[in-house]
């Protein structure tokens, strides 16, 4: 069965701008006239629960989330909720949106953010894709001195097949005669062929799980020898790991700084980290 692998990009900010001089705004000077400096120190521990909020847009879906907000700013909800229309009304240093609590300050910093988080995702798109198709042109290469029929390659440098590569597995019984396309590249092929063919659907799925590669563990994408079609399948059909454990076990890959130094094989790795030999 192919996997489809998901995870949503950050929509929040971890820190903003507090200039030296904010208190002196008629706006800290109205709260303050009402709750005294403690209301001041209120209002910046809610402004930090906005910029946390997804989308950085706080909603009291809930009367225990009310609940918890209150006690976390030492009021009760009531209080809360007389504080927060305060916040809207008088002193204009929230705004109501979409049934939720957010300030300009906060959005004009989350769009900041997200551009750059658009281009470095981008960035590193772009790094994956070249890194992708060099390995495809050295396939190709490969192939081409191996007679290999040019319509037996799939995906670029994800796998190969090739009847004259099954007629020469049944005569070479060790690593010491590996194919120059092997040396080369990798293993590109399990000792048994892939049979049935792989479907239309085991290529889509695999598309995607290497696009989400790319996307949130590009560390993982850059290894010598990523993942292949057939070990792609092989995760669910052989090993038994499914989606959220794939996507733990990629995540801690890609958080460790000595991943590509120290590691050829996306899938191999993988493996040995599950069984807990992380090193």
């Not at 198709?133 to 037996?152: S, Y």
């Not at 063919?197 to 290529?203: G, H, N, T």
């Amino acid at each position: 069965m192919p996997f489809l692998l998901f995870m949503n990009m950050k929509n929040n900010i971890e820190y903003y701008r507090h200039t030296v001089d904010a208190h002196e705004h008629w706006k800290f000077k109205v709260l303050r006239k009402a709750y005294g400096w403690a209301g001041e120190g209120k209002f910046w521990a809610l402004n930090n629960m906005i910029g946390k909020a997804k989308g950085c847009l706080l909603v009291m879906e809930s009367k225990a989330k009310e609940a918890a907000i209150a006690v976390e700013l030492d009021f009760t909800p009531a209080e809360l909720k007389a504080f927060i229309r305060y916040l809207v009304d008088d002193c204009e240093l929230l705004l109501e949106q979409n049934g939720g609590y957010t300030n300009n300050m906060i959005q004009e910093v989350l769009e900041g953010v997200e551009e750059k988080r658009e281009a470095e995702r981008l960035r590193k798109q772009r790094a994956v894709k070249k890194k992708k198709d060099n390995a495809g042109q050295e396939l190709m290469d490969v192939v081409a001195n191996e007679n290999v029929p040019q319509e037996n390659v799939i995906g670029g440098a994800e796998t190969a097949f090739s009847d004259a590569e099954n007629e020469q597995s049944k005569v070479k019984e060790t690593k010491v005669n590996k194919t120059k396309a092997e040396e080369s590249i990798g293993v590109l092929t399990s000792t048994r062929p892939l049979n049935p063919a792989p479907s239309p659907e085991d290529i889509d799925g695999f598309r995607k799980f290497s696009d989400w590669i790319a996307n949130y563990t590009p560390c993982v994408a850059l290894m010598k020898e990523p993942f292949t079609l057939e070990q792609y399948i092989n995760l669910g059909a052989k090993h038994h790991i499914y989606p959220d454990e794939i996507k733990s076990l990629l995540t801690v890959m890609h958080n460790w700084q000595p991943l590509v130094s120290q590691n050829r094989s996306a899938y191999y790795t993988l493996l040995k980290w599950r069984r807990g030999e992380r090193r």
